[in-house]
């Protein structure tokens, strides 16, 4: 047992959900209680899908169990089928329907529905959604996909595998892939799980190579169809400036084309380089998210903004081994973890300046009063935004430097703060002007130190409010560190020395 | 329905409408979701779930991913290796108890809530209560109810709740008035000021805001109840000998009105005694839903089942507002308890129980001005025209009595506003 407050995941049958609702033509027979159907709000509100997950739960009851459950799934398959006419269906159990052990593949499979019938294993107690996307979409894959045909066209062909219903920023990334591909001169045969259908799927071999853009989601597939058909795929997720010269290299390399020359793709070299970015140089930042892209944004902050990367994580315990590697190159402990309550002493402990993380990240970061960017799932209602706003790409690049930067007080602003500290609008006790005069900003936290000088406690609020919890943290850790039962004026500067970089 | 209930109330009108009975895939949520409202209200209690990853993940995303304190409810999900033998199971559990009470000292009361999982495997969650509370009492004590998704619809979670906190109630032979039901601490406070102003001073809320604050009952015990969702809860309160004011939900100007009136007539206060401290309240409120009338007059509405506030949420609609209500769904039809709200409600289809894609179908046909819906639903019912309302705020915000009637007319006024303001 498990004492869960948040989970970053759902389960696996979620993630079958991701899966199904990004495709079409498809259905899928759940075998699940009514309160179950709360998932279909993560699409329709969060998402904001203009349709109802093609998901029909069979909604048991404690009634039904000692009578027959099993009819209730065949009945509730046959409607399904009746009422939606898919081309092909997927068929499985939520945690509660693998408990009572129908067996909705045989079920199904009696039925003798005139359309595929793709039973799916979902491991409940072991596994989580972004795993139950994989496998799902693994087992369509395998089910419905046929073998290559040969094609008159010689211009190289290539799959975009990955994109689903609730990815991070997926729908933009999509197509900022696509128009990169476009100016390659490489053509797409299928993108899935987004926007393919059963038929899509079938004609996934007739590409030349895959390209991999959420291996959590699509690398179990991908994998299986190098096997199968030797279709070999990109390893390199295209976050970042560089990353995504080595994507366009790699996919040159793939489809036997020459790498083209560079025009102005990105304005991040440039912004990265200008003297305002001065004052990004060397900040502080945590990074924690699906592993995907926290090992992306790992990068993108050192080499191309010039972070310094104080802590790395990832809740995907499946890529783990890389977040390891990523971590130890950076010189930081690797934090593989869905507890966030370990993350939030991590984040405390590695005192960062900036946070990089989920929707949870960010929140911590509001306790500790911290500037925070969201780049990871799971998702929020804020993190599919009506512009075009992708992270992959160099458009992507361009958006990352938005995003990383603009949580933070810029250059002038920061110094004009520490210069006038008893400005008397312009100080933590007043709050933001937008939120009108007679609002209270927070008070900073309170110190679990008890040992403060009041002219030690004076001093400190002198220090920039944004800086301070940071300031009385270091400060602590020094007088404990070195066992003094108090905290003067003195040991303020003592530990500023002693920790200033 | 129990033979009881028909011998008690052979001739309510309420019981001859013709119900449709649907029984086929249920949009809607599991009782678990009462604990988004219940941990707020209750200020020094926890819930505890025992179940999967699956509940965890529906609490999170019910409530919204916006908790900005830490919450007062978490999840002991069942792994794989508990699912091997029972009685490792109640090792664990003790141990997540242990370690949550460690973390949280200041919690006075515990509700390990039981899941579909924790049922299905037949997890017994009173008897672990039981045997935890000797460890925890007198600092904390531990209670269990059942909020899963076979036992229990949505606001069933609260009923099942409240229904264990029934034995801890101490017992009083005084005459006073019980409120069964969360309302907002608000609305609690102006129903106060209302009856303590027509003399019923000893007035008790269920839940109370703190766990060691429960209210008295016995046999000189009226009860309201500000719910309609608390079937079990109030055979509980019967058994302790509690009598039932019969009254239409304090919904609206005219159900706020009807609903002090039945409690004075219940406490032996003349009428004339209650009009003059009633009338500014109902004054007031039947201006505040005035405003809104010409948006919503006339205008039909379909309730997709949802919490069981359904019926009275009509009857104020179609009485004070003018709406036809065209179909009336709720996951469960109480007709002892909605009985008197039945009666004023005009002509519409009840239903109970669910098939929603039948129902889908005939709103569909029906094309109502205004859906009142799930989650799930409203949105793709707003991309094929319709227009929504989600049921789930109407739980969530302070909608009863005079003060809030306004302000409930609003939510329903709301949508069709956007509809006429917008030019893209
Ligand atoms: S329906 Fe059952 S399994 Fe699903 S969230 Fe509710 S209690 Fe958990
Ligand atoms: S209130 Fe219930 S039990 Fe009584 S007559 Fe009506 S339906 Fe039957």
């Known amino acids: 047992m498990q004492l869960t407050l948040w989970t970053y995941e759902g389960p696996p049958h979620v993630g079958a959900m991701r899966i199904v609702t990004a495709m079409r033509g498809m259905h899928y027979v759940l075998h699940a209680p009514q309160g179950d159907t709360y998932a279909d709000l993560l699409f329709t509100m969060i998402e904001r899908r203009n349709q109802r997950p ?297 005192q960062p300046e900036l946070v990089l993380g989920t929707q949870m990240e960010r929140h911590i970061a509001k306790r500790l009063g911290l500037p925070c960017a969201v780049i990871s799932a799971p998702v929020h209602v804020q993190d599919f935004p009506a512009r075009f706003s992708p992270v992959m790409g160099f458009e992507g690049a361009n958006v990352l430097f938005d995003n990383l930067v603009h949580p933070l007080m810029m250059g002038l602003e920061e110094h004009l703060l520490g210069l006038f500290r008893d400005d008397f609008e312009f100080n933590d006790q007043a709050a933001p002007s937008h939120l009108g005069p007679s609002k209270q900003a927070q008070p900073d936290t309170p110190p679990d130190f008890t040992g403060w000088t009041v002219e030690a406690e004076q001093e400190l609020k002198k220090i920039p409010f944004f800086v301070r919890g940071k300031a009385r943290r270091n400060t602590e850790t020094f007088a404990r560190e070195r066992g003094l039962a108090s905290i003067s004026v003195e040991t303020l500067y003592d530990a500023k020395a002693h920790f200033g970089r | 329905m129990s033979a009881a209930g028909t011998l008690a109330r052979p001739t309510s009108p309420g019981c001859d409408r013709p119900v449709l009975r649907e029984r086929g895939q249920h949009e809607v949520f599991c009782g678990l979701t009462g604990i988004v409202w219940l941990h707020r209200k209750i200020q020094d209690a926890f819930f505890l779930i025992v179940g999967s990853r699956t509940c965890a993940h529906l609490m999170q995303s019910a409530a919204g991913v916006m908790i900005f304190a830490e919450p007062r409810f978490a999840t002991a999900i069942i792994e794989e290796r508990d699912l091997a033998g029972l009685a490792d199971m109640h090792d664990e559990l003790d141990r997540v108890v242990t370690q949550l009470l460690e973390r949280r000292p200041d919690i006075k009361l515990l509700f390990l809530v039981g899941s579909c999982p924790s049922e299905v495997i037949k997890l017994d969650l009173s008897r672990a209560a039981e045997r935890l509370s000797q460890k925890t009492l007198p600092q904390t004590r531990i209670l269990a109810y059942t909020g899963s998704g076979i036992e229990t619809t949505f606001t069933q979670g609260e009923d099942s709740c409240l229904n264990a906190l029934v034995p801890l109630m101490p017992t009083t032979q005084e005459k006073n008035l019980l409120i069964a039901g969360t309302i907002a601490d608000v609305v609690e406070d102006q129903f106060r000021t209302l009856f303590t102003a027509m003399g019923i001073t000893n007035v008790g809320f269920l839940p109370a805001r703190r766990a060691g604050a429960l209210p008295p009952i016995g046999p000189n015990t009226q009860l309201l109840l500000a719910q309609p969702f608390l079937g079990e809860t109030l055979k509980a309160l019967e058994a302790r000998g509690a009598t039932r004011i019969d009254a239409p939900f304090p919904f609206g100007a005219e159900g706020s009105e009807l609903w002090f009136r039945a409690t004075a007539k219940a406490f032996g206060i003349p009428q004339e005694r209650v009009t003059p401290i009633i009338d500014a309240p109902r004054e007031r409120a039947r201006r505040a839903v005035a405003r809104h009338r010409d948006t919503l007059d006339g205008k039909s509405i379909f309730f997709f089942p949802d919490s069981q506030l359904e019926i009275p949420l009509a009857r104020f609609l179609a009485r004070e507002l003018g709406m036809r209500p065209i179909e009336v769904g709720t996951p469960y039809l109480h007709r002892g308890i909605l009985g008197a709200d039945i009666d004023l409600l005009p002509d519409a289809v009840l239903s109970e129980g669910q098939d929603v894609d039948r129902q889908l179908a005939r709103c569909r046909a029906e094309k109502p001005d205004l859906t009142v819906c799930g989650l799930g639903l409203a949105n793709p019912l707003e991309a094929e025209g319709l227009r929504t309302k989600w049921s789930i705020e109407l739980v969530f915000s302070p909608v009863h009595g005079f003060e809030q009637a306004g302000d409930l007319a609003e939510l329903f006024a709301r949508p069709l506003e956007r509809t006429a303001r917008l030019r893209v």
């Open chain 1, 54 to 350: 093609p998901v029909t739960y069979t909604t048991f009851q404690a009634r039904d169990l000692g009578g027959d459950t099993a009819e209730l799934f065949q009945r509730a398959a046959r409607d399904a089928y009746e009422t939606f006419k898919p081309q092909a269906m997927i068929v499985g159990a939520s945690c509660t329907g693998e408990l009572i052990q129908d067996d909705p593949a045989g079920l199904a499979s009696a039925l003798n529905l005139p359309i595929p019938v793709i039973p799916l294993e979902l491991p409940s107690y072991q596994k989580k959604e972004n795993w139950g996307a994989a496998e799902t979409f693994y087992r369509i894959v395998r089910a419905l996909v046929q073998p290559k045909q040969a094609r008159p066209d010689t211009r190289p062909l290539c799959n975009i595998l990955g994109p689903c219903a609730l990815g991070f920023r997926h729908r933009d990334d999509l197509k900022e892939i696509k128009a990169l591909l476009a100016d390659l001169g490489i053509a797409i045969n299928v993108v899935a799980p987004e926007g393919a259908s059963p038929a899509d799927i079938a004609s996934l071999a007739d590409a030349d190579f895959n390209i991999v853009l959420y291996p959590e989601i699509a690398g179990a597939a991908a994998e299986f169809l190098k096997k199968q058909f030797g279709q070999p795929f990109t390893k390199t997720i295209p976050i970042g400036v560089n990353a995504t010269r080595e994507f366009i290299a790699e996919i040159c390399a793939l489809a036997g084309l020459p790498v083209p020359a560079e025009t102005n793709a990105s304005r991040l070299p440039w912004y990265s380089r200008s003297v305002d970015s001065t004052y990004l140089t060397g900040k502080r930042v945590f990074i924690f998210g699906d592993a995907t892209h926290a090992l992306a944004m790992a990068r993108v902050a050192r080499e191309e903004i010039g972070f310094t990367v104080c802590g790395l994580g990832t809740y995907t315990r499946e890529y783990a081994r890389e977040v390891r590697a990523a971590a130890a190159d950076l010189g930081v402990a690797p934090l593989i973890s869905d507890d966030y309550l370990e993350i939030e002493k991590a984040i405390i402990a590695a």
